[in-house]
């Protein structure tokens, strides 16, 4: 395979996310679905209305935790250590935000479910990166990335425009193959990471086929609850990785 020249390489990553924006911010406004709150599984138990919707984020509590304490613990061995950190913190939070917005579920409640999610795209984007094309992106790009995330959360809340939120949500999703593609790492990261994303985008295809996927399991779980855990094990495949490494 033709090797392509870093700088050619470093063009290709810079523009990828300029015209994923370019694309992004030419379209007309992209406003909430109301019906995106309608669910198809409304089941209550114990008390809890939309159980399984709500107790399945347990599971990015668990893998967020879990995370927070491998880098935390580990001072090396793990490359981007505070994008990391910054990620698996997201995954956590999400736990509480996803719970939260499940309970009543409207614009306001999934604020608090986006913020989180943001962060963790944005610092999971940014540690591919350092990791990959240069150590040094972390510290020039972890801060302003998490600070994009949570600013397209905020102006889809003032505006119900989606344009920039949709733009953190996937871009991460655009990068990674790219970078994986163009850039070589030690080790057997590719696998984890490509794994790690065939489960997430599966688990794109179970929310968008939610009351189907209710439908098939003869209402034992719906599509949305199963992205909750085809989600969480995305994650715990990226865990996976980082526990593997070894300290030098």
Not at 1 to 28: D, S
Not at 72 to 93: K, N, S
Not at 214 to 223: A, L, P
């Amino acid at each position: 395979m033709r090797v392509i020249h870093p700088t050619r390489r470093a063009y290709l990553l810079v523009l990828l996310p300029i015209m994923a924006l370019a694309a992004v911010m030419a379209l007309p406004p992209i406003a909430q679905d109301p019906m995106y709150h309608v669910f198809a599984d409304r089941r209550g138990l114990l008390g809890i209305s939309s159980f399984l919707n709500v107790v399945t984020n347990l599971v990015f509590l668990a893998v967020g935790i879990a995370g927070i304490g491998l880098c935390a613990r580990r001072q090396h061995g793990h490359g981007a250590r505070w994008a990391w950190m910054a990620c698996f913190t997201g995954v956590a939070l999400v736990s509480l935000g996803s719970g939260y917005y499940h309970l009543a579920p409207n614009n306001g409640t999934l604020v608090w479910d986006r913020l989180p999610m943001s962060v963790g795209f944005m610092a999971l984007s940014v540690a591919v990166l350092s990791e990959h094309v240069n150590p040094r992106l972390e510290k020039y790009l972890l801060a302003p990335a998490i600070f994009l995330g949570l600013a397209s959360v905020i102006t889809w809340h003032y505006t119900d425009d989606l344009r920039l939120y949709v733009l953190v949500q996937f871009l991460p999703l655009l990068l990674l193959p790219v970078v994986l593609l163009l850039y070589n790492h030690p080790g057997q990261d590719r696998g984890y990471l490509l794994a790690a994303l065939a489960i997430y985008l599966v688990s794109k295809l179970a929310e968008y086929y939610d009351r189907a996927v209710f439908g098939w399991t003869r209402e034992i779980i719906s599509g949305h609850s199963l992205k909750h855990l085809l989600a969480a094990t995305a994650l715990l495949v990226v865990y996976g990785m980082l526990r593997r490494r070894t300290i030098p």
